[in-house]
């Protein structure tokens, strides 16, 4: 979800509403003044024709391609998955880099050297070790193959927007699935009460919401809450000043993802590939139906 077919960074505006971030702009991109004209996907593939047929250098090509705004010359010519679909601005959202590889690692980070701080009097006595301690018991009821690995304090040194845990997407989901079993029991009253714990809730509540194999008519706007929330907890916590993401942004539009497309996790792939998964038929089950429970991240990371 971006300003190009590949975009979940902070280089370009939002292609759904032409939304700019902090860092965005200060790389000169403020569309403010002027918004630019939202590319469609025949730009983007006239754009990459030429490119593929100027036989260029490879570091010409590799500039031309940056300067179009695109990371491969593939990625626009697919658009036959659902006739009449743009692959710029039709192109659902996905999960996988906005949770699992995204805003989950660094803000479980972020929460853990907040609440884990020795003489903090927000977590027990060596909590690091107790949290390894958890996460062992935790992988013991995982299905076979799949694991949380140790999580350890961030290195010294390491600057504050850099920090995040060293785990993979499915790790990632895994971790923030299970973070109240693996944490709260290490906080006490007052960790509890925390900002950023608040904040670490409310994003296992949007990530659980998002994971769901099926959804009811009602409950995009149910995601739609819980996403609201989670921005507004994230900008509560006072040591995460100055840290939100582009992807805080980008998750605001996954309600309208999850109504076009149905449940996210049929697309959670690379933005590019996005479409290679969606089933255009729909998706939702009507809220009449008879109820069925989420199934849990762990129940397929």
Known sequence: MGYTPESTSATYPCAECMWVSKAARKRGRDVEDEAPRLRTH????????????????????????????????TCVLQPDRIPGADSVRDKPGDIMHVYGAGIIRPEAALALEVLFKPRSALAVEDAWSKLNVNIAKVNAGLPRG???????????????NEQHLDVNASEAFLFITHSRTLIEPLL?????????????????????????????????????????????????????????RPKHHFQEHLPAALRMFGPLRGFWCMPFEAFLQVNPSPCFRHATAPPSLPVMASDYL
């Open 188 to 244: 006490t009253d007052l960790g509890r009460k925390h900002p950023c714990w608040i904040s670490l809730q409310a994003l296992s509540a949007v990530v659980q919401k998002a994971l769901q194999h099926v959804f009811a008519d009602h409950e995009a706007d149910e995601l739609a809450v819980l996403i609201a929330a989670h921005n507004k907890a994230f900008e509560d916590v006072e040591e995460y000043d100055g840290l939100e």
């Open 146 to 160: 799949k694991r949380i690995p140790k999580i350890f304090p961030q290195r010294k040194g390491k600057k504050i």
């Open 42 to 73: 025949a730009d983007l593939a006239a754009t990459a024709a030429r490119l593929t047929a100027a036989r260029l250098s490879k570091v010409a090509l590799e500039e031309q391609m940056a300067a179009a705004g695109m990371n491969a010359l």
